[in-house]
């Protein structure tokens, strides 16, 4: 806080060195009982907990992206997959963020909601052995979000909480129905589809390898699976 | 004639090197039906060409630049989101430009392969360099922040196509340089223009006796930008 105010004045001396420059302006906080912004910390932090995980992931499939553009690898449509899918996790992310804005969150501590260098350090793979290890990969790491995902929405139901002693039992009932019928629903049907191709894939591998890859790449690279 | 002859000599010389992909394949693949082993090295095969390899240093460090201001300008417009700052039109403006962000790392990757390169994700020097970020500010000490990373975008832009410009050193790569000036540069001059003037018109409306009042309207003006 005190450095948000040095440098305020500190922007204000330089950006004006005639006048008086005003940059803020009292914001009223103002409190109703019961409280409008009913959130409780638990359930904060575990969301935020997630946004982090989406974000994490979406960098996981940059990586995957990347490998698959590369020109020794050459497999253009598995990279258009794996970009458009951490395209989809980031907004995953925003849409989480967005929810959260909604319940009247994240007034404060924004700044740790992200943390950029932890982003490029928690790539755990940046290669792979064929275009079959990386969907096995990605079907790991959708199951991995869901049951992050599921962990959220025991948190938010209070069932973590009743296990303490002196806590509040608070059952977010809006947040729990939208993770639920949005969140869930989307990863289970994504992982539907993940798990499909892995099978289809599989099924080529035995026999046609390298042929079987090469067809299903530029299958996937015209939108036909 | 003559092109017969400039061709043939082209012919020639490329065919006498020992350094060229058709050379590693020559008398594998020549007339006998039994299989021949592959060659080992094969990387006179690939996509790359003249002096990449310094510009890709430089390439691959601008798609993680993008990578990271990409999620700084995410926490901006989540923090002008919640209820209190009530800035639809800031969140706005922070969100298209995280989004931009977001979309030229993917494109920047991409073209790091297309040039024969492999994507290392690693955090930018910068983050080691600058201070703490705190997203949580005043409207033009926002649009200031942005103002400063949009600038050491364009630089870092510039410094790119320096290294591909070096004509004397024999390092000259036109595909890259005019990839840099097509792609980048003349955008990021306009968002720079852009930004100054916003930072004009808040300088000299907030030190008017109508700040908040101003915001307001600034803020509207932003959301149908």
Same mark, same amino acid.
């Given at each position: 806080?005190?450095a948000?105010?040095?440098? /305020?004045?500190?922007?204000?001396?330089?950006?004006?060195?005639?006048?008086?420059?005003?940059?803020?302006?009292?914001?009223?906080?103002? @409190?109703?009982?019961p409280?409008?912004?009913?959130?409780v910390?638990?359930?904060?932090?575990?969301?935020?907990k997630?946004?982090? /995980?989406?974000?994490?992931?979406?960098?996981?499939? @940059?990586?995957?992206?990347?490998?698959?553009?590369k020109?020794?690898?050459?497999?253009?449509?598995?990279?258009?997959?794996?970009?458009?899918?951490?395209? +989809?996790?980031?907004?995953?992310?925003?849409?989480?963020?967005?929810?959260?804005?909604?319940?009247?969150?994240?007034?404060?501590?924004?700044?740790?909601?992200?943390?950029?260098?932890?982003l490029?350090?928690?790539?755990?793979?940046?290669?792979?052995?064929?275009?079959?290890?990386?969907?096995?990969n990605? @079907?790991t790491? %959708?199951?991995l979000?869901?049951?992050?995902?599921?962990?959220?929405?025991?948190?938010?139901?209070?069932?973590?909480?009743?296990?303490?002693?002196n806590? *509040? +039992?608070?059952n977010?009932?809006?947040?729990?129905?939208? @993770?639920?019928?949005?969140?869930? +629903?989307?990863?289970?049907?994504?992982?539907?589809?993940?798990?499909?191709?892995?099978?289809?894939?599989?099924?080529?591998?035995?026999?046609?390898?390298?042929?079987? %890859?090469?067809?299903?790449?530029?299958?996937?690279?015209?939108?036909?699976? | 004639?003559?092109?017969? &002859?400039?061709?043939?000599?082209?012919?020639?010389?490329?065919?006498?090197?020992?350094?060229?992909?058709?050379k590693?394949?020559?008398?594998?693949?020549?007339?006998?039906?039994?299989?021949?082993?592959?060659?080992?090295?094969?990387? /006179?095969?690939?996509?790359?060409?003249g002096?990449?390899? &310094?510009?890709?240093?430089?390439l691959?460090?601008?798609?993680?630049?993008?990578?990271?201001?990409?999620?700084?300008?995410?926490?901006?417009?989540?923090?002008?989101?919640?209820?209190?700052?009530?800035?639809?039109?800031?969140?706005?403006?922070?969100? #298209?430009?995280?989004?931009?962000?977001?979309?030229?790392?993917?494109?920047?990757?991409?073209?790091?392969?297309?040039?024969g390169?492999?994507?290392?994700?690693?955090?930018?020097?910068?983050?080691?360099? $600058? %201070?703490?970020?705190?997203?949580?500010?005043? +409207?033009?000490?926002?649009?200031?922040?942005?103002?400063?990373?949009?600038?050491?975008?364009?630089?870092?832009?510039?410094?790119?196509?320096?290294?591909?410009?070096?004509?004397?050193?024999?390092?000259? #790569?036109? $595909?890259?340089?005019?990839?840099i *000036?097509? %792609?980048?540069?003349h955008?990021?001059?306009?968002?720079?223009?852009?930004?100054?003037?916003? &930072?004009?018109?808040?300088?000299?409306?907030?030190?008017?006796?109508?700040?908040?009042?101003?915001?307001?309207?600034?803020?509207?003006?932003?959301?149908?930008?």
């Open positions: 806080m005190k948000i105010v040095a440098s /305020t004045l500190l922007l204000c001396t330089f950006v004006l060195a005639t006048g008086d420059l005003q940059c803020s302006h009292t914001e009223p906080l103002y @409190l109703t009982n409280r409008w912004d009913d959130m910390d638990p359930c904060v932090n575990v969301m935020r997630q946004i982090k /995980t989406e974000l994490n992931a979406a960098m996981q499939y @940059l990586a995957m992206g990347a490998h698959f553009s020109d020794v690898v050459n497999r253009p449509g598995f990279a258009k997959m794996f970009f458009e899918s951490a395209s +989809e996790e980031r907004q995953h992310a925003i849409k989480l963020i967005s929810y959260l804005l909604m319940r009247g969150e994240l007034v404060s501590d924004v700044s740790s909601l992200i943390d950029t260098r932890a490029f350090e928690k790539i755990n793979w940046t290669k792979w052995e064929s275009g079959l290890s990386a969907l096995k990605a @079907l790491l %959708e199951a979000v869901t049951k992050d995902i599921k962990n959220v929405i025991e948190v938010c139901e209070g069932h973590t909480n009743k296990k303490r002693q806590q *509040e +039992e608070v977010d009932y809006h947040l729990v129905d939208y @993770l639920t019928g949005e969140f869930l +629903e989307e990863q289970y049907k994504g992982q539907r589809d993940l798990a499909g191709k892995v099978s289809t894939l599989s099924k080529f591998m035995t026999d046609h390898g390298d042929l079987g %890859e090469f067809l299903f790449d530029k299958k996937l690279l015209k939108g036909d699976l | 004639m003559k092109a017969f &002859v400039v061709f043939a000599v082209l012919f020639v010389a490329v065919y006498a090197a020992d350094d060229t992909c058709y590693k394949f020559d008398g594998i693949c020549s007339g006998t039906t039994a299989k021949s082993p592959l060659p080992v090295d094969l990387s /006179t095969c690939t996509a790359s060409y002096h990449i390899d &310094v510009v890709l240093r430089h691959i460090g601008f798609a993680n630049s993008h990578i990271v201001r990409s999620m700084e300008y995410l926490l901006m417009s989540t923090y002008y989101g919640n209820y209190q700052k009530n800035r639809a039109g800031f969140e706005k403006l922070f969100r #298209d430009l995280s989004d931009a962000k977001w979309d030229h790392a993917i494109e920047l990757i991409k073209h790091v392969t297309t040039r390169g492999s994507m290392k994700f690693t955090p930018p020097d910068f983050l080691n360099t $600058e %201070e703490p970020n705190v997203y949580e500010g005043y +409207e033009i000490q926002s649009i200031a922040k942005a103002l400063d990373k949009e600038k050491q975008l364009a630089l870092e832009a510039f410094k790119v196509h320096n290294e591909a410009s070096r004509r004397t050193d024999g390092k000259h #790569d036109p $595909e890259i340089s005019s990839y *000036e097509e %792609e980048f540069v955008h990021q001059a306009k968002n720079i223009r852009k930004l100054a003037g916003y &930072v004009t018109d808040l300088k000299s409306m907030l030190s008017g006796p109508d700040g908040s009042l101003s915001l307001f309207l600034f803020d509207e003006y932003l959301k149908g930008q």
